[in-house]
């Protein structure tokens, strides 16, 4: 037997998914990014990190970290100075960079998770 109840629409989801959150005492930026929040005003809903399956999570956590660290290394390579951070992932590196970058994108999804886990969030589905 179908449900009568209406399904809610993403703006109506993303509501519910920000009140559990701020009830679990996660608020503001760290509940939903001003980049996802700029996206929402202009129609594209994202869901709030917390929300993300872990997979999704360690994928974005990878690309942020590739595309900062990595972006850094080339303008640094570019302009001809290289302080010592720079220089020292460059010597350690692609391998050592990417296994770097997919244990802390690991650890950047688990850290959501745990919180969503420890919030008793529910799925998205279930808003």
Known sequence: MKSTEPTPNRHEKLRRALAHLERGGVKGAHAYAPAFRSLARAGYILR??????????????????????????TVCLTMGFVPRPVHRVVSAGPVVFLG????????????????ARSIRLPKWQDL
Do not use: D
């Open 48 to 73: 709030p990190l917390h929300y993300w399956s872990f997979l999704g999570l360690t994928a974005l956590g990878f690309f942020m970290l590739v595309v900062l660290i990595g972006g850094t290394v």
């Open 100 to 115: 770097v970058s997919v244990a802390l994108a690991l650890v950047f999804a688990a850290a959501h998770k745990i919180k």
